[in-house]
């Protein structure tokens, strides 16, 4: 079992900078990727940003050259966020993989709002 809690949402301006955290614990050994996954009012959720424990990262379009995510040690993960938009607006939620659970393991997310 893994357990993540996330931190770093709020309301910020278009353009401005937001850095979200998630820290793991538990088995935290067995995880082989943590990212970031979104989801905005009346949509599905969807991958923001992944990294897998050797370093790999996969980013969606819309993101690319605005966010960047990175890992520290074994059980935490950021995600920074610069010249965000009102389109990034979403409740945001870290996810972590394990062998035995490729769907992962979710926090409880954080709210994200970009005013225009």
């Known amino acids: 079992q893994v357990q993540l809690v996330e931190s770093g949402g709020g309301l910020v301006q278009a353009g401005e900078s937001l850095r979200l955290s998630c820290a793991a614990s538990g088995s935290i050994v067995s995880i082989n990727a943590m990212g970031w996954y979104r989801q905005a009012p009346g949509s599905e959720r969807e991958l923001v940003s992944i990294?897998?424990?050797?370093?790999?990262t996969n980013y969606a379009e819309p993101v690319k050259g605005r966010f960047t995510v990175s890992r520290e040690n074994l059980n935490t993960v950021y995600l920074q966020m610069n010249s965000l938009k009102p389109e990034d607006t979403a409740v945001y939620y870290c996810v972590a993989r394990t062998p035995s659970k490729p769907s992962g393991y979710w926090g409880q997310g954080t709210q994200v709002t970009v005013s225009s």
């Open positions: 990294i897998t424990s050797g370093g790999i």
